[in-house]
């Protein structure tokens, strides 16, 4: 029979390929209208409280679109966007939303306790380690700076 | 009866009493449509979990089976049975239903082959009269199970296929089925099911296959499958993985019974899809086996491409409801007289990808032939 090293090169050779040029123009556009309409909201909650602090602004911003993400999964509309657009609707923050509420709807079947509060940072988990960790990196060598 | 490592032919052959399907919507949307004896509506078929849905279809198919050969589940002597679940709990949930011998078996997308030929072994042996084997797989599930949350909003790769929702069951006997087995009593299983089920079929659905029986089919001959491993990495690539599993075992097969590849009217492999079915003739071609235009891979063959399936279907319910579906009825109206039924399987689970292990994989092989039945006994069904 063939040989492991023949057949590990015809299979890296032949494999089909994800298309890039179709991957990257729709999570381009779906990222873009994503994020315009953050600024969207941005500029809406601007003009109803203009004297607010731009960080509370920007708080506000983060918290509309991690409720859309959010919504949008509840209802089985955003693995659908996902599907067509990739990393246009993993990367922003309603795709952190997603990665949390997909899994907490998933194994609602198993328990509150079990299910959703235990499988709920099955994917998001690593974020926010990783979030934490630098955050506490950044906050120790902005201390001595 | 031995005739070389792992091969062997059965001394009178065990013939096919019934074969029962069921599948979910999208299954039927397929290539395959009009060939599954029941269709679902729902895919949760008014469970509260996709794991407890596939139980029940589990558990259906085999009822479904015995159902239509004429017996009852007092008849049955031993249930073979496997899915792709933790611990085997589709199949061992469903069994719970029988007051039947069981032995749950587990070879990923292959365990309906592995079924078969223990099976036939046992039968052949004396060991039993009446065995079942049946297999089973959920899209749902199986994604929760090595994949991701079904609402999660990632793209699959290229090289993915779609797990088949859908259980098949078969019976084995040693008795050629007569004529009062070729009544199908498709029918009969709906009437017995409570009102609660039954709102989930489709009722396009309802004991529609109908096709002229005039052969039995039997199992005469099988080849067990080794394990092969060359070394593919990618989970999501599984067709890469099971193309050399599949090759090996249809080489020694050829080999071990002295034949060439022309000697079967159709080869069937399981679930390699589109590209793991041109990975198996590339690699046979390499050994001047042409597979030709007789060779059919299941998986691949299961979903049109605007399905969005990419590679096409898999999972342990793919060659079974194609074979307990399609084959069969194909064997039984006499367009096929001699094929080689090859399901394939990946050995992996969630962990051994994040342990750096490379993806086993494994294919079993049977040889159906059919024997006519008497004209006067054949019926139009």
Request: charged share 25%; with cysteine; glycine share 10%.
């Amino acid at each position: 029979m063939i040989e492991r090293e023949i057949y590990q090169e015809h299979v890296k050779k032949t494999a089909p390929k994800s298309p890039m040029m179709r991957s990257l123009i729709a999570a381009f556009v779906v990222g873009g209208i994503i994020c315009s309409i953050g600024e969207g909201v941005k500029d809406i909650v601007k003009l109803i409280a203009p004297d607010m602090a731009k960080q509370d602004v920007g708080s506000w911003v983060s918290m509309s679109m991690i409720f859309l993400g959010a919504f949008l999964t509840a209802i089985g509309v955003y693995d659908k966007i996902g599907h067509f657009a990739g990393a246009g609707s993993i990367v922003p923050i309603t795709g952190f939303a997603n990665s949390v509420v997909s899994p907490a709807m998933e194994y609602n079947r198993e328990g509150v306790f079990f299910g959703v509060c235990a499988k709920m940072f099955v994917i998001a988990g690593p974020i926010i380690v990783f979030g934490v960790v630098s955050s506490v990196l950044v906050g120790i060598i902005g201390l001595f700076l | 009866m031995k005739i070389r490592k792992g091969s062997f032919r059965l001394s009178n052959g065990v013939y096919f009493k019934s074969g029962y399907t069921i599948v979910g919507k999208k299954e039927e949307d397929g290539n395959f449509s009009g060939n599954f004896d029941l269709v679902l509506k729902n895919d949760l078929w008014g469970e509260k979990s996709y794991e407890k849905a596939e139980c029940k279809m589990h558990r259906e198919a085999i009822s479904g089976a015995i159902a239509k050969s004429n017996l009852t589940r007092d008849d049955v002597d031993i249930m073979l049975a496997g899915d792709l679940l933790n611990e085997l709990s589709a199949s061992s949930l469903a069994a719970r239903n029988f007051p039947t011998s069981f032995l749950g078996l587990y070879n990923a997308c292959s365990t309906f082959g592995e079924c078969v030929l223990v099976g036939s072994m046992l039968i052949d042996g004396g060991f039993a009269d009446i065995v079942t084997c049946s297999t089973s797989s959920h899209f749902s599930s199986a994604e929760r199970q090595y994949r991701y949350p079904l609402e999660l909003g990632n793209q699959r790769t290229p090289t993915a296929q779609w797990t088949v929702t859908g259980a098949g069951a078969c019976v084995l006997s040693k008795k050629k089925p007569n004529f009062e087995d070729n009544l199908v009593k498709s029918d009969q299983v709906i009437e017995d099911m409570n009102e609660k089920d039954r709102k989930f079929i489709l009722d396009t659905a309802v004991a529609r296959v109908k096709y002229e029986k005039n052969h039995v089919a039997k199992v005469v001959e099988g080849t067990i499958g080794r394990v092969v491993d060359l070394g593919i990495d990618d989970e999501s690539n599984m067709g890469a993985a099971m193309a050399p599993a599949a090759a090996d075992t249809i080489i020694r097969h050829l080999g071990d019974f002295d034949r060439k590849i022309d000697y079967y009217d159709a080869i069937f492999t399981g679930d390699l899809g589109r590209y793991g079915k041109e990975l198996l003739e590339y690699i046979l071609s390499k050994e001047g086996i042409d597979l030709s235009d007789t060779y059919m891979d299941t998986g691949a063959s299961y979903f049109k491409p605007e399905q969005q399936t990419f590679q096409g279907g898999s999972g342990a319910g793919c060659i079974s409801t194609v074979f307990n579906g399609y084959i069969l009825s194909k064997l039984e109206n006499g367009a096929l007289n001699r094929i080689l039924v090859v399901p394939t399987g990946a050995l992996l689970n969630k962990d051994t990808p994040l342990q750096k292990e490379t993806i086993p994989g494994i294919a079993h092989a049977f040889v159906v032939e059919t024997e006519k039945i008497k004209e006067k006994y054949s019926k139009k069904q």
